[in-house]
């Protein structure tokens, strides 16, 4: 038997997000989404860390704050590399945290900026398991256009307010993370000057015209595309198929169904992020 604790209004987003188990076909600036969005930037709130290699924890903020974004510490004529994680893993987990290291080693110079974004779910695999955590997709899935306002937003700020050139703007993503970075890009027109999209996730994206992918190579100047697993198709302005989407050491004996699901995909899909960290 499985026991998890969730709060009353996660829950009832859950429910209400598992009923629809298909992308939103209300605009979140309707008067339906934007109550959904009130609700999920309440309840899993989306926030943003500024890491530099002198001071891994130099400021935090979120898109609505009065103050300035990262109190004037962001400087203009430097690069920015915004990191933006999977759902179910956030910003304690590998990717986000060895990108970051990463940076800090070979570019020093580079301002880092972690966008941490709980309606990626991130606490529900950890009480799950690998298997069932996966059903987190579908809400994360339902909630991604209203944190998308919200990542969109706080670019838009760091540009008027610490005068940030768009073309020192980089957005680097993986998995679900990449719908969300083009979401962003795609609500700032386009601007920012790259997003290097680690293998994007493609359910309910991309197979029809109904169901198009939000990552586009109109969502940056540049949108380049790392594809580590199968069931990918060209979604930037540059696509690489790594190893004809057969990642070493990931074909292996697969028993069980959890094997196959789960250790095999994600496998693959996770050397995406490793190839670039590496």
Same mark, same amino acid.
């Given at each position: 038997?499985?026991?998890?604790?969730?709060? $009353?209004?996660? !829950?009832?987003?859950?429910?209400?997000?598992?009923?629809?188990? /298909?992308?939103?076909?209300?605009?979140?600036?309707?008067?339906?989404?934007?109550?959904?969005?009130?609700?999920?930037h309440?309840?899993?709130?989306?926030?943003?860390?500024?890491?530099?290699?002198?001071h891994? =924890?130099?400021?935090? #903020?979120?898109?609505?704050?009065e103050?300035?974004?990262?109190?004037?510490?962001?400087?203009?004529d430097?690069? $920015? #590399?915004?990191? *933006?994680?999977?759902?179910?893993?956030?910003?304690?987990?590998?990717?986000?945290?060895e990108a970051?290291?990463?940076?800090?080693k070979?570019?020093?110079?580079?301002?880092? *900026?972690?966008?941490?974004? =709980?309606?990626?779910?991130?606490?529900? /695999?950890?009480?799950?398991?690998a298997?069932?955590?996966? +059903?987190?997709? !579908?809400?994360?899935?339902?909630?991604?256009?209203? *944190?998308?306002?919200?990542?969109?937003?706080?670019?838009?700020r760091i540009?008027?307010? &610490?005068?940030?050139?768009?073309?020192?703007?980089?957005?680097?993503?993986h998995?679900?993370?990449?719908?969300? &970075?083009?979401?962003?890009? =795609?609500k700032?027109?386009?601007?920012?000057? /790259?997003?290097? #999209?680690?293998?994007?996730?493609?359910?309910?994206?991309?197979y029809?015209? +109904?169901t198009?992918?939000?990552? =586009?190579?109109?969502?940056?100047? @540049?949108?380049i595309?790392?594809?580590?697993?199968?069931?990918?198709?060209?979604?930037?302005?540059?696509?690489?198929?790594?190893n004809?989407?057969?990642?070493?050491?990931?074909?292996?004996?697969?028993?069980?169904v959890?094997?196959?699901?789960?250790?095999?995909?994600?496998c693959? @899909?996770?050397? &995406?992020?490793?190839?670039?960290?590496?």
């Open positions: 038997m499985i026991r998890v604790i969730f709060g $009353v209004h996660l !829950i009832w987003l859950l429910v209400f997000s598992l009923a629809l188990a /298909k992308k939103p076909k209300h605009s979140v600036r309707s008067r339906k989404g934007k109550a959904l969005c009130d609700t999920v309440k309840v899993l709130p989306t926030k943003f860390y500024l890491r530099t290699h002198d891994f =924890n130099l400021s935090s #903020a979120t898109a609505n704050q103050d300035n974004i990262f109190e004037n510490h962001l400087k203009p430097k690069d $920015v #590399a915004v990191i *933006v994680h999977e759902y179910l893993a956030g910003c304690d987990k590998e990717f986000v945290v970051t290291k990463a940076f800090h070979t570019r020093p110079e580079v301002q880092v *900026v972690n966008v941490c974004w =709980n309606a990626g779910l991130t606490r529900l /695999k950890s009480r799950l398991g298997p069932l955590g996966t +059903l987190g997709y !579908i809400p994360a899935v339902q909630y991604l256009p209203c *944190v998308g306002d919200y990542v969109a937003k706080f670019l838009k540009h008027q307010e &610490s005068h940030v050139p768009w073309n020192r703007i980089t957005l680097i993503c998995s679900l993370g990449c719908q969300l &970075s083009g979401d962003a890009g =795609n700032v027109g386009g601007k920012p000057r /790259k997003i290097i #999209a680690l293998d994007p996730a493609t359910p309910f994206y991309g029809s015209k +109904l198009k992918s939000l990552l =586009n190579p109109k969502s940056a100047k @540049h949108v595309v790392l594809h580590t697993a199968r069931l990918q198709y060209s979604m930037g302005t540059a696509d690489f198929y790594a004809a989407e057969k990642q070493p050491g990931c074909e292996k004996n697969l028993e069980t959890k094997e196959v699901v789960v250790d095999l995909w994600y693959s @899909h996770s050397r &995406s992020f490793q190839y670039f960290i590496e």
